[in-house]
């Protein structure tokens, strides 16, 4: 069985930065792309970011591209993501994923992810 534990999340003031942890756990990090999602209220979920099972293969969502970074410590089995310049637009609540089977795999589509976190809420104000 694979868990996923998100943590990091908060309220921070527009221009901030916060870093997301994603805890996996069950099978080495390796086995697994992982991938970070972001859903607002009222909005579907969007792709932010993905690593391969590698961890050669970077991806990330445009509305992201320059300020998130995405990044992996395999000794914890942990995966990270980096928010930079973070603006109220990122205000939402953050999904991790990871998926074992990656032959085909669409990194930014949510629905080739099989397992996922509970989440991390994270507020940006002005």
């Known amino acids: 069985q694979v868990h996923l534990v998100e943590s990091g999340g908060g309220s921070v003031q527009a221009g901030a930065s916060l870093r997301l942890s994603c805890q996996v756990s069950?099978?080495?990090?390796?086995?697994?792309?992982v991938a970070w999602f972001r859903q607002a209220p009222g909005t579907e979920r969007e792709f932010v970011s993905a690593?391969?099972?590698?961890?050669?293969?970077?991806y990330y969502g445009d509305s992201v591209k320059g300020r998130f970074a995405i990044s992996r410590d395999t000794a914890k089995n942990t995966v990270y993501m980096e928010m930079n310049s973070l603006k109220p637009d990122d205000t939402a609540v953050y999904y991790c994923?990871?998926?074992?089977?990656?032959?085909?795999?669409?990194?930014?589509?949510?629905?080739?992810?099989?397992?996922w976190g509970q989440g991390t809420q994270v507020t940006v104000s002005s």
């Open positions: 994923a990871a998926e074992g089977w990656t032959f085909g795999l669409r990194y930014q589509s949510e629905a080739d992810y099989t397992y």
């Open positions: 690593i391969s099972k590698s961890g050669s293969d970077i």
């Open positions: 069950g099978r080495p990090l390796g086995s697994y792309a």
